[in-house]
């Protein structure tokens, strides 16, 4: 069974940073391309960040561009979001998200989500 | 780059069949696939439609996906609604830069 476990989610200070992780268990996480999906409180989903599985390409949404990075570590199954110069706007629940490709790409597993409020 | 706009809410019985829209504002519909995902209150995103029209196993064939380039905008058709089919409802696709976007999301409600 495909388990996508986030944790780091904390309420943290403007300006401040914080360090998302996701374990992910029940498939062959070195062979797949992840997400970083976002949902601030009451709102639609954003995506965030991509990164491919030997992370040789990576894109970020404009909104997190210069702030947040995205890493992986394949011998740990973990996928990593590192978040400098949070904003109030950035308060949100972030999805660690699994990327598959058929004809297109798609979004097929979504972890619990891991919520970060940013706040003074 | 492009929005995908969705109707904010919208509302069906029981048994009958609702359509919800989601409109590319710039570029054609067809130049890249589109994904629907639905979240029920409390619970992560799961996908029922991918590349347009595809289900995933275990999604009732009551979902259906479509493209449209005379509105150039993308469908999702429930049939024989249930009340378990209420919730928000996300049409997704990506850019030219690779870069995920998101419609804005519909809330159905069954009544």
């Not at chain 1, 297109?104 to 989500?113: A, I, M, P, V």
């Not at chain 2, 359509?19 to 029920?40: D, E, F, K, L, P």
Request: include cysteine; glycine fraction near 10%.
């Amino acid at each position: 069974e495909v388990q996508l476990v986030e944790s780091g989610g904390d309420l943290v200070q403007p300006g401040g940073s914080l360090r998302l992780s996701c374990a992910a268990s029940g498939f062959t996480f070195s062979s797949y391309s992840m997400n970083w999906v976002r949902q601030a409180p009451g709102k639609g989903l954003e995506w965030v960040s991509y990164i491919t599985s030997s992370s040789s390409t990576i894109y970020y949404a404009d909104s997190v561009k210069g702030r947040f990075t995205i890493s992986r570590d394949n011998a740990r199954n973990s996928l990593y979001l590192q978040m400098n110069s949070l904003r109030a706007e950035d308060t949100a629940v972030y999805y660690c998200v699994r990327t598959v490709y058929g004809s297109g790409r798609h979004f097929d597993y979504w972890g619990q989500g891991t919520l970060v409020t940013v706040s003074s | 780059n492009f929005m995908l706009t969705q109707p904010h809410s919208v509302s069906e019985s029981p048994g009958k069949t609702v359509a919800i829209s989601c409109t590319r504002s710039s570029g054609s519909i067809a130049t890249n696939y589109v994904q629907w995902y639905q979240q029920r209150p409390g619970s992560s995103p799961t996908t029922v439609i991918y590349d347009n029209n595809q289900r995933p196993s275990g999604v009732p064939d009551r979902f259906s996906g479509s493209i449209a380039s005379s509105s150039n905008s993308a469908s999702l058709t429930i049939s024989g609604l249930k009340t378990e089919d209420e919730a928000d409802y996300y049409c997704q696709s990506f850019d030219s830069s690779n870069h995920g976007v998101f419609g804005g999301g519909t809330k159905l409600t069954v009544l």
